[in-house]
């Protein structure tokens, strides 16, 4: 209402006007954009912004000021004790994590084996590689050495076939949580897709075991399940037969992230409108083609920030396995503190621990923002 | 396989013997949607290339009667002969009627995340198995016809209203139907998009499409309809050729309709 009564005049009115239809369009005025405007508006408002934005910049420089000294300036990198650290500076004693690196990395994995662990995450990154990006050249041959990885790197790990076997209790460090949080993911996309349409089918049978399923993994905790992988599966299975407890846990860990996976899908199902099956049906497509072509490629779409969500979840639960007695990066760390020559170093030891973690957490975020717009088509 | 056509073969030739050329029969139809009976006691026949709206106000059943001949409805009682096959629970039937009708939806229903070139080939490529490059070529025949071959690269989101409804009736086409429904193709587009969607509709009838339209285009019914049907509470109410509907509207309520319809 206001904008009739104080701009209408102006145009009108004014000698210079422009005749009606033939307003160029203008430029706004340099007073509401430019980051000086900007800076006017959102920072130094009134009194209490100014007196905030003061004390926020105060708070952020004193805090990055002592991370970087505590973490660079002030740290030791080199020495074999703590000792050694705290004679050169009074900041970070890194040289305790540079000691035990390899322990961090490998856990127990034989020393002269560790290459295979090298090979097998140089190829891990050639296999996921085409997965991520599609406009990767000769993409169909790299995605059939893809599904061949798992093969490949259990062979590379577990060893047999001319390589030396090595058991998998002596996996552990980051190649452990590696392991697990890969396999877990690899494998709980496809079955969280299978069990969210299983729980739409019209099949009473299969509507009834997806739910079950869904809602049994949901209400149990991850650690109860673990319990279960260590302690009780061994029941099940015919006595005599060693049923390997890492594989027991991916199982676990892989059916956990399912059950999430297929909620998390199933919301997606459910923001497609109902005439895009419509039209699928109408065309003549069978049930999994207007699935495949049609409605997963939607569904999914919509549900890579839940999905992307679970996944960093799952890869972060990896370090609960340290309750049924195995050592991953963070079982790593923790006993490392217990060596009487490094005592008292935990803070070093946790924020490389979290370290690792938001780096991998971070990437995996900012790839999926990368392809949700990668895959926004203006609708 | 080719039990179902053996048996499609038989089916059509009782039904030729009945109407000579009868593409669509619907016999004693009724439908509800739970305790709502939404058709009741439909009998319907039409022949090759015969073009005809369907009108009525809304909730007549005029959109579910369109949407039963090709399965999007399941029907409960009397008999749907599409193309000499009838319509049951086989989903062999279905199947083959789908690939004969064709059908454009209100809100167009495109595939967002494919372009309309991509829009157009899945069908051919997917139900009819032809080639690729084969189905590139036929798509892009259609969408000259429909006049946007400059719009095939674009995802269906970039374009406006009548160019996806456009669209959608090139996708259908593709299928190379011998009928095609049309279930509201103007009522979601702008005032000024709905001709450029009804001309290309006007020049699908004049090749001589088997077109069953369901419409308030009142304009189009005159000029392309060999037939009129009135709608009301799930009942054919009055059907004749458009002159003789609009000039001589016989039943209570086909007058009242078009009195409410034409007078504004």
Not at chain 1, 31 to 51: E, K, Q
Not at chain 1, 85 to 102: P, Q
Not at chain 2, 88 to 96: A, E, H, S
Request: aromatic content about 10%; charged content about 20%.
């Amino acid at each position: 209402m206001t904008l009739g009564e104080t701009e209408a005049p102006l145009t009108v009115t004014e000698d210079g006007g422009y005749l009606p239809g033939t307003h160029p369009d203008l430029p706004p005025p340099s007073s509401v954009h430019g980051p000086i405007h900007w800076a006017r508006v959102n920072l130094f408002g009134s009194i209490a912004d100014t007196a905030l934005t003061l004390l926020a910049v105060y708070f952020l420089y004193s805090a990055i000021t002592f991370l970087v000294g505590w973490m660079f300036v002030d740290a030791a990198f080199t020495g074999e004790s703590r000792k050694d650290c705290r004679a050169v500076a009074d900041g970070a004693c890194w040289a305790f994590i540079g000691n035990r690196f390899s322990l961090f990395i490998y856990g127990f994995y034989p020393e002269p084996e560790r290459w295979r662990v090298d090979l097998t995450f140089v190829l891990l990154i050639l296999a996921i590689a085409p997965i991520l990006f599609d406009r990767m050249p000769q993409r169909g041959k790299a995605l059939i050495y893809s599904c061949l990885y798992p093969f490949i790197a259990a062979w590379l790990l577990v060893g047999g076939f001319g390589l030396e076997e090595v058991s998998t209790d002596q996996f552990g460090g980051l190649m452990l949580n590696i392991v697990i949080g890969v396999t877990g993911i690899a494998f709980s996309l496809p079955i969280g897709i299978v069990l969210a349409l299983g729980r739409q089918s019209d099949l009473p049978i299969v509507r009834i075991l997806c739910v079950s399923f869904i809602e049994i993994i949901r209400g149990v905790p991850l650690i109860t399940l673990l319990f279960v992988a260590a302690v009780m599966l061994s029941y099940f299975v015919p006595p005599g037969t060693n049923f390997d407890l890492l594989v027991r846990m991916l199982i676990m860990v892989t059916l956990f992230a399912s059950g999430y996976m297929a909620e998390v899908i199933r919301g997606g199902l459910q923001a497609i409108p109902n005439g895009q099956y419509e039209a699928a049906d109408a065309m003549g497509l069978k049930y999994w083609q207007s699935m495949r072509l049609i409605v997963l490629p939607q569904a999914l779409k919509i549900s890579i920030p839940g999905i992307v969500n679970t996944f960093i979840a799952l890869y972060k639960d990896t370090t609960l396995v340290i309750v049924i007695g195995r050592l991953d990066i963070l079982g790593i760390g923790n006993s490392s503190l217990a060596d009487t020559k490094w005592q008292g170093l935990s803070t070093e030891v946790y924020v490389f621990v979290a370290l690792f973690f938001f780096v991998n957490c971070f990437c995996m975020s900012r790839y999926s923002l990368w392809l949700e717009k990668k895959l926004h088509t203006g609708h | 396989m080719a039990d179902t056509e053996s048996l499609a073969e038989t089916t059509a030739q009782i039904e030729s013997s009945k109407g000579e050329d009868d593409i669509i029969q619907i016999v004693a139809m009724h439908k509800w949607f739970g305790e709502f009976h939404v058709l009741k006691d439909i009998n319907l026949s039409i022949k090759v290339q015969e073009r005809i709206v369907v009108c009525g106000p809304s909730g007549s059943g005029k959109s579910t009667l369109i949407r039963c001949i090709n399965r999007l409805e399941e029907h409960q009682k009397g008999q749907i002969i599409v193309n000499g096959i009838e319509l049951t629970n086989d989903l062999k039937n279905i199947d083959l009627i789908r690939r004969e009708v064709g059908i454009v939806f209100q809100h167009f229903n495109l595939f967002p995340h494919l372009t309309v070139l991509e829009n157009l080939t899945l069908g051919p490529i997917w139900v009819r198995n032809t080639p690729k490059k084969e189905a590139e070529e036929l798509a892009m025949k259609y969408l000259e016809r429909v006049k946007i071959p400059e719009q095939a690269l674009k995802f269906p989101g970039q374009l406006s209203g009548g160019q996806q409804q456009r669209v959608a009736i090139a996708r259908s086409l593709c299928m190379n139907p011998k009928i095609m429904l049309f279930d509201e193709p103007t009522s979601a587009l702008d005032p000024e998009m709905i001709k450029e969607v009804l001309d290309v509709m006007v020049e699908l009838a004049d090749t001589g499409m088997t077109m069953i339209v369901v419409s308030h285009e009142m304009g189009f019914a005159k000029t392309v309809a060999d037939r009129v049907i009135f709608m009301d509470a799930g009942e054919i109410i009055e059907q004749n050729e458009p002159h003789e509907f609009f000039d001589n509207p016989r039943h209570d309520r086909t007058k009242m309709f078009l009195s409410q319809i034409l007078h504004h």
